[in-house]
């Protein structure tokens, strides 16, 4: 079984920063795709910033300038960067990583930006 875990959420100010990271372990063959995604209240969950496998990196529009994706593939963990965080990037953030046999979700971690 594959299990990811999330940790880095937490309230901040408008204009201050977080790093999300995700640590995935279990049996990992042949990673598809790695990133983030993230769901508002009342909203339809949306990539924030991913990685795929031919080595194309891809930024939500709203995001871009100010979130960076990393990763460290010895460790199979993804970071997030986040810097100048705006009220508008409140949601619950969720890691997600595809494999040739599935998808997985991590259990999402909050991220509440304000004053």
């Known amino acids: 079984q594959v299990q990811l875990v999330e940790s880095g959420g937490g309230l901040v100010q408008p204009g201050g920063s977080l790093r999300l990271s995700c640590a995935a372990s279990g049996s990992i063959v042949g990673i598809y795709a790695m990133g983030w995604y993230r769901q508002a209240p009342g909203k339809q969950r949306e990539l924030v910033a991913g990685?795929?496998?031919?080595?194309?990196?891809n930024y939500a529009h709203s995001v871009k300038g100010r979130f960076t994706i990393s990763r460290d593939n010895a460790k199979n963990t993804v970071y997030l960067q986040m810097n100048s965080l705006k009220p508008e990037d409140t949601a619950v953030y969720y890691c997600n990583l595809v494999l040739p046999s599935k998808g997985y979700w991590g259990q999402g971690t909050q991220v509440t930006v304000s004053s």
């Open positions: 990685f795929t496998s031919d080595g194309i990196t």
